[in-house]
């Protein structure tokens, strides 16, 4: 399971870098709908359009592992 929250973590990064999901789905070449349904999205994904839309607000993604602690 990835462990993130893209929702927040996209509007909490618009607001400090005072742009929108619109203005990022245009530098980033791709629809603002679509930007809003990655954005939106309760699967937990991670793919090339949330990396370059966290690119495009001046940040590097840095994955983690951890070992669950629930093993079955």
Not at 17 to 45: C, D, F
Request: glycine residues 2%; negative net charge; aromatic residues 6%.
């Amino acid at each position: 399971m990835l462990r993130n929250n893209i929702e927040l973590d996209i509007k909490t990064k618009c607001i400090e870098q005072s742009t929108t999901q619109a203005k990022i789905a245009e530098n980033i070449g791709t629809s603002p709908s679509y930007v809003n349904k990655i954005v939106r999205s309760k699967e937990q994904i991670m793919n090339k359009t949330f990396l370059a839309m966290m690119e495009d607000l001046g940040f590097d993604v840095e994955l983690h592992y951890v070992e669950k602690e629930d093993k079955e």
